[in-house]
């Protein structure tokens, strides 16, 4: 397992930088032809924690940060139309998209942010705009953090959340 992680943080470091395939190329195996009309939409916020603050702010421990994002629908395609990072004062610092792409039935693709990028901070987040052709089943997203701090290693997971709007005008 320790040896998927380390290609899978090959191609992500990539990603982030530039300097290889992004995800396009990377998860070419889980895209297909994006369906139209695209007629419903939505977004999604998810909490990436490349920084940590510790010892009451005078210690910080860095993480990688794997965010995968899920087509739960078994049959339709799912079209991510933006995955943007942002730092903890909302300044987006990466997009991972040239481009919108479709995800096959129960495919998934990754964002990878090494530990060594700490431009997200301690409130490091993704918006994730996704689109399908109807009525499909909502998509699932997922922040995997990974880092070590002294002699301890430390995985934890967030989930993200729907954006929706709320309250009266």
Do not use: C
Request: no cysteine.
């Amino acid at each position: 397992m320790v040896g998927l992680f380390l290609v899978s943080a090959d191609q992500g470091w990539a990603q982030g930088r530039g300097a290889g395939p992004g995800i396009e190329q990377a998860f070419a195996g889980a895209l297909t032809t994006a369906p139209e009309p695209l007629n419903v939409a939505g977004s999604f916020y998810v909490p990436a924690y490349s920084s940590v603050s510790l010892s009451q702010g005078k210690a910080r421990a860095d993480f990688s940060v794997t965010l995968s994002i899920h087509n739960a629908s078994e049959t339709k395609p799912l079209v991510i139309r933006r995955v943007a990072y942002f730092d903890g004062s909302g300044k987006m610092v990466e997009s991972y998209l040239k481009a919108p792409v479709a995800l096959k039935p129960f495919a998934t693709i990754e964002a990878f942010v090494p530990n060594l990028d700490v431009r997200g901070g301690t409130g490091a987040n993704f918006v994730v705009d996704w689109a399908a052709s109807g009525e499909i089943a909502e998509p699932v997203m997922e922040a995997l953090m990974l880092g070590s701090f002294a002699s301890g290693h430390y995985a934890f997971i967030s989930q993200g959340r729907p954006i929706r709007i709320t309250g009266k005008d």
